[in-house]
């Protein structure tokens, strides 16, 4: 079992930044693809971001050259970091995990292992 605890949400006013935070309870990042997803009010969640155990990053095309998904492993940390934040980004923000070499599919459903999220305001 491995719980993931997100940190780092906040209020920010447009063209802002935000750097997410997941902590894991055990070391994950070797084999395991870790994601960020996302899930605003009325709207389906949507995968924002992947990495996995070689460092490997997909992003949605939406924050693509805005977002950078990174991690230590030294210290079982996922980061996310939100430059350039409009008010389309507004949401809550999780994050995920699952046992594998690669992100070779990041859809949610792929993800076993979920955080309680944290949330992203961006104010126009």
């Known amino acids: 079992q491995v719980q993931l605890v997100e940190s780092g949400g906040g209020s920010v006013q447009a063209g802002g930044s935000l750097r997410l935070t997941c902590v894991a309870s055990?070391?994950?990042?070797?084999?395991?693809?870790m994601g960020w997803f996302r899930q605003a009010p009325g709207k389906e969640r949507e995968g924002v971001a992947a990495i996995d155990s070689e460092g490997f990053t997909n992003y949605a095309d939406f924050v693509k050259d805005r977002f950078t998904i990174s991690k230590d492993n030294a210290k079982n940390i996922l980061y996310l970091q939100m430059n350039s934040l409009n008010a389309e980004d507004t949401a809550m923000y999780y994050c995920a995990a699952y046992l594998a070499l690669s992100c070779r599919t990041w859809g949610g459903s792929d993800f076993r292992y979920w955080g309680q999220g944290t949330q992203v305001t961006v104010s126009s």
């Open positions: 055990r070391y994950t990042y070797t084999t395991w693809c």
